[in-house]
């Protein structure tokens, strides 16, 4: 069994429609006894919270449930757990590689974009202060990029 995570600064907006885009594909390809993914934000300002409204509604139009609920990122737990921990942006990168305490959560950490295939971003920005537009491009990122780490975890 692989566990991924995928962290946001919130956990409400772009690392729960990753959790969701991700288990989408689980399904898909039947690999539900080989992988499983969850979500954390950096911040915890929104712990407890579900996913935001907005986002919920963006994720439905393309047929993902975002169901998570929002909790910190737990340096104590979480590197031991998981083995690919994924940020959306380069400060989440740092923010997780801030809280790394060997060399072997180090090479836990990967950047979200990194995986994608078809799309040429360096992250997945932020939606939460923006319009429609920027919900929209989080899932088009995020479909590219589950794809290619689906890909990537394979190749392992
Ligand atoms: P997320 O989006 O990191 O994709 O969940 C945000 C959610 C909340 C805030 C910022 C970003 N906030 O400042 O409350």
Same mark, same amino acid.
């Given at each position: ?38 979500? +954390?934000?950096?911040? +915890? ?20 449930? *975002?169901?998570? /609920? ?5 340096? *104590? ?8 921990? /994924? ?8 923010? *997780?590689?801030?809280? +790394? ?43 590219? +990029? ?11």
């Amino acid at each position: 069994m692989k566990e991924v995570l995928f962290v946001c600064l919130g956990n409400i907006c772009r690392s729960p429609s990753a959790e969701a885009v991700f288990n989408s594909l689980i399904e898909k390809y039947g690999l539900a006894g080989e992988l499983q993914c969850d979500s +954390a934000g950096t911040a +915890a300002y929104h712990a407890g919270e579900p996913a935001d409204y907005r986002m919920r509604q963006f994720g439905k139009k393309r047929g993902y449930n *975002l169901t998570s /609920i929002s909790r910190p990122f737990n340096a *104590l737990t979480d590197f031991y757990r998981f083995d690919f921990i /994924i940020g959306m942006d380069r400060q989440n990168v740092r923010d *997780l590689k801030a809280s +790394a305490h060997k060399e072997s959560d180090l090479r836990k950490i990967y950047l979200m974009t990194d995986f994608c295939v078809k799309s040429k971003y360096d992250s997945v920005p932020d939606p939460y202060y923006g319009g429609a537009a920027g919900f929209e491009l989080v899932l088009d990122i995020l479909e590219d +990029a589950c794809e290619g780490l689906l890909q990537h975890i394979h190749q392992d």
